[in-house]
Each structure stands twice: as structure tokens, then as C-alpha cells.
């Protein structure tokens, strides 16, 4: 349980920040104050240790809008290097073909030759990649780590930050990004 984050006093599907799922909904800039059961959550230095002692997937769920097929960026997406920025899954509820997405990605991930820890992140005080981290839990995935100081504790801790495409869908009509 993250260091001085409280379970949440009703079940979830009793909270009305929370929907019958379990997963928080707007608004996700906010203290996260539930725990994450089959995840480990990870502080700066746990991080650190985990990205610089074996392979890691870094994966970014920071959300971006979407319409007609098309993700509508305007700007660079700073993250953390070497992270694969999978937008909107950490949504409080998933459209199919955005449940099929994450799936996808995770599956993808999964074909490395060792198991490698999947870490989820977004900002600080951001419940999306909580969100995306119960959801991974949810659909079976195990070796699941939460960075919940996300993109601010990593350039807080000094580390610089590069720009990044999302990972486009399946059901993409063409990418809109160039880093």
C-alpha cells in the first residue's frame, strides 16, 4: 500500500468516486488514496532500482484526445525515456475496442523471451494510471509495478524527460505524431 494512502471507507462500487467497477472516475488529478492490490507501488528510489537492475516495460497512460480515429495532440508529449505511451487506457470505463488496445499492447509485451515487469505511470496525484494498473490486475497480468510519482517524480529526482508518439490503435485511421 502506498505510504499514507488510506482504503477508501465504502467499497468502491459504493463510493461515488468510484464506478460499479471499481475504478476511479474524473476528477484524476487528485491525491490517490486507495491501495492497489496485486501491484507493488514503487516510490522514487524503488524506481530507480527497478529501471536500472533489469528490463523494464515503462508504460505511460497519460490520456490523450481522441476523435474519428485520429489521437488530436498539439504538442510534444514529454515522458520518461524509453516509455511506451499507451493514452486513454486508464479511462474509468473502456469502449471494446479500447479494452482490445491495452490488451493488445500487453500481450505484445508479454513476448519477451523473461517475464519483465510491466510499470504504469502518468503524473503525480493522478488516478489514470492507477486506473490502468488495476485494470492489468484485473485482466490476469502479473509482475505489475505502480510508479504513482509518474513523469513530475522522475524529473523532480533530476532525470530529463523525452518526447514521445502514442502507441497508435488497431483501429487508428492514420498517426498524427512525429517525437
Partial sequence: MLAGAEQPSAPFHQSASFNQEGYRL??????????????????????QSLVDASPVILVDVNALPWRDGLFLQDSPHLTI???????NVGAPALEDAWVDYFSDALNAFREHPEAVPLVFFCRADCWLSWNAARRAEAMGYEGLYWYPNGVDGWQASGHSLAAVCPQLPAHAERATCEP
Fill in 26 to 47: 474524473p476528477p484524476f488529478k487528485a491525491p490517490v488514496t486507495a491501495a492497489l492490490p496485486g501491484v507493488t507501488v514503487l516510490d522514487d528510489h524503488a524506481f
Fill in 81 to 87: 525515456p524509453d516509455s511506451v505511451w499507451l493514452p
